[in-house]
């Protein structure tokens, strides 16, 4: 049974420490054979004025976006075709690539690329993993594609997985992998 306690500045909001309990339970059951219910995470909160660092007293860092809410905003803008909220989420050094392709680093790079693939590709999501490796934020969008090629056929069910990558709350890369291809040649 773990117990984890943290020691925190007042300042983040409910949600905030909510996400943070709960990164706190899945860093635990990295390492430790625990189910949920049998892992507590305390945080204890302390007031500016009860914490100093060099002597000085501090205000609490702003807590980082939710990677997996900018990975979904990013997406539903991509449906959207809201091509300018999905190029404010992006990087100064985005890469994106998919299968067969050299990375692209602009939206209307994919968009020119898939004008003759098919009219029109959704997706529907069966979930979002996150996680971080060093300063990166990862996560992984997973499901299926549906759309319609070129000749106005439709399709559905093409899995697909999308790979993010997120640095100081911009979308850095996109690796895509799905079976499009394997689907179209049959």
């Known amino acids: 049974m773990p117990i984890v306690e943290a020691h925190?500045?007042?300042g983040y909001s409910p949600a905030e420490k909510s996400r943070l309990t709960s990164a706190?339970?899945?860093?635990?059951?990295?390492?430790?054979?625990a189910p949920d219910e049998a892992i507590t995470v305390m945080l204890h909160e302390y007031p500016s004025e009860?914490?100093?660092r060099g002597g000085q007293h501090r205000q609490p860092a702003p807590?980082?976006?939710?990677?997996?809410?900018i990975v979904r905003d990013y997406l539903a803008a991509m449906e959207a075709r809201d091509l300018d909220t999905a190029?404010?989420?992006l990087g100064d050094d985005f890469q994106m690539v998919f299968p067969a392709t050299q990375p692209?680093?602009?939206l209307s790079e994919l968009i020119e690329w898939s004008k003759g693939r098919y009219?029109?590709?959704?997706k529907t999501y069966d979930g979002f993993d996150a996680m971080?490796?060093?300063a990166v934020a990862v996560v992984y969008a997973r499901g299926a594609l549906y759309g319609e090629w070129m000749d106005g056929t439709s399709f559905d069910g093409i899995r697909f997985i999308d790979r993010f990558e997120i640095t100081g709350g911009k979308i850095v890369r996109q690796d895509v992998w799905n079976d499009m291809a394997e689907v179209r040649a049959q």
């Open 119 to 122: 009219r029109f590709v959704k």
């Open 63 to 69: 807590a980082l976006p939710d990677p997996t809410q």
């Open 50 to 52: 009860a914490y100093a």
């Open 24 to 33: 706190l339970t899945d860093a635990i059951r990295f390492v430790v054979p």
């Open 8 to 10: 925190i500045l007042e």
């Open 132 to 134: 971080h490796s060093g």
């Open 104 to 106: 692209m680093t602009q």
């Open 87 to 89: 190029q404010a989420m």
